[in-house]
T-cell receptor, first 110, second 117 residues
Framework: GENVEQHPSTLSVQEGDSAVIKCTYS??????FPWYKQELGKRPQLIID?????GEKKDQRIAVTLNKTAKHFSLHITETQPEDSAVYFC?????????FGTGTSLTVIP | IAGITQAPTSQILAAGRRMTLRCTQD?????MYWYRQDLGLGLRLIHY???????GKGEVPDGYSVSRANTDDFPLTLASAVPSQTSVYFC????????????????FGPGTRLTVL
């Protein structure tokens, strides 16, 4: 099956700086890569996703890039704000089964 | 519209007891999933169902069973709970399939915090 690795496990940035979280996957058949944000005690919520026919996607302060050849994708958050503090999960799938990374705990320091 | 709901919100259970976690969605999604979330391990798939009447095993199915009698409900049963099943359980659903309208995006319920003593 698919294996998704996510780095770093924890990340602290100053407010206003950028944050980057990276994931690698193993199955070249994977074609959909969502990112979820999970605040403490709450459910994971989709923040952005990308399909394998696209190299980059942006939505306001967040963007995702995909390198199919190298099998890695990254989440970029610019101009970070304290409310961006949460755990972020990447996932990969080529069918119904999602394979999740182990999460990155992001702390934005005011 | 409620989206996807789970019950109970939390439960403390004695080892050896039987427990069913409930999940209901009103989005008419064909696919549903059960995950467990443990610190440092992320979200791991327990069982899934692509459509009513069918189910499949995920990454960590042992000790759990599911059924999908209709589109909306996908209960998860622990036949004889053990302490290692202490976790937060999330149900999710998606509109997955061959339709051009399928998005594959999974939407999560609020979770059930289960403690097995």
């Amino acid at each position: 099956g698919e294996n998704v690795e996510q780095h770093p496990s924890t990340l602290s940035v100053q407010e206003g700086d950028s944050a980057v979280i990276k994931c690698t996957y193993s199955d070249s058949a994977s074609n959909y890569f969502p990112w979820y944000k999970q605040e403490l005690g709450k459910r994971p919520q989709l923040i952005i996703d990308i399909r394998s026919n696209v190299g980059e996607k942006k939505d306001q302060r967040i963007a995702v890039t995909l390198n199919k050849t190298a099998k890695h994708f990254s989440l970029h958050i610019t101009e970070t704000q304290p409310e961006d503090s949460a755990v972020y999960f990447c996932a990969a799938t080529g069918g119904n089964q999602f394979y999740f990374g182990t999460g990155t705990s992001l702390t934005v320091i005011p | 519209i409620a989206g996807i709901t789970q019950a109970p919100t939390s439960q403390i259970l004695a080892a050896g007891r039987r427990m069913t976690l409930r999940c209901t969605q009103d989005m008419r999604h064909n696919a549903m999933y059960w995950y467990r979330q443990d610190l440092g391990l992320g979200l791991r798939l327990i069982h899934y169902s692509n459509t009513a009447g069918t189910t499949g095993k995920g990454e960590v199915p042992d000790g759990y069973s599911v059924s999908r009698a209709n589109t909306d409900d996908f209960p998860l049963t622990l036949a004889s709970a053990v302490p290692s099943q202490t976790s937060v359980y999330f149900c999710a659903s998606s509109d997955s399939g061959t339709s051009r309208l399928s998005t594959d995006t999974q939407y999560f319920g609020p979770g059930t915090r289960l403690t097995v003593l």
